[in-house]
């Protein structure tokens, strides 16, 4: 829930940036020098950018809970019990030592978005969170063309 707060408050503070944005490029352009109009036109692209950053995001983290609770419902999370450590994260050598499981289940099973996203909560867990999302991505795309 805190994570969804913090979505809202970065999408409210983006909104209130393109206003701002919005509002001084027009007074740029608007004073008619090059240097003027060029700074004005960049603060036009900066937000789309950033919005386009920001949707992509948002998107990508709805896709990823859909699977996720729809894989919950068809009882295919993994169902280890790793270690935490005392700061209540997963100790990542017990996650390394599972991770291989998942490795070989999407090596037998490429087309399968389950295994892709299990594989991407096992680099999470192991704390590879670039692969964590690559495989996410993977999962995502193979239960869309399926």
Avoid: C, H, N
Avoid at 12 to 24: G, K, M
Avoid at 52 to 58: N, S, Y
């Amino acid at each position: 829930m805190r994570t969804k707060l913090a979505v809202v408050a970065m999408a409210a503070l983006l909104v209130l940036y393109l206003v701002f944005a919005v509002r001084y490029g027009l007074l740029l352009i608007g004073v008619g020098e090059p240097v003027a109009i060029g700074l004005g036109v960049a603060l036009f692209v900066l937000p789309v950018l950033a919005t386009w950053g920001l949707v992509a995001e948002v998107l990508f983290a709805v896709r990823g809970e859909r699977l996720g609770v729809r894989l919950e419902q068809e009882g295919g999370l993994p169902a280890e019990e790793l270690p935490l450590r005392p700061s209540g994260r997963i100790d990542r050598a017990a996650a390394t030592e599972v991770f291989p499981r998942y490795q070989e289940a999407v090596e037998a099973a490429p087309e399968d978005w389950r295994a892709w996203f299990r594989l991407g909560l096992a680099y999470d867990a192991a704390g590879d969170r670039r692969r964590a999302r690559w495989a996410t991505r993977q999962a995502i795309r193979l239960s869309r063309a399926g």
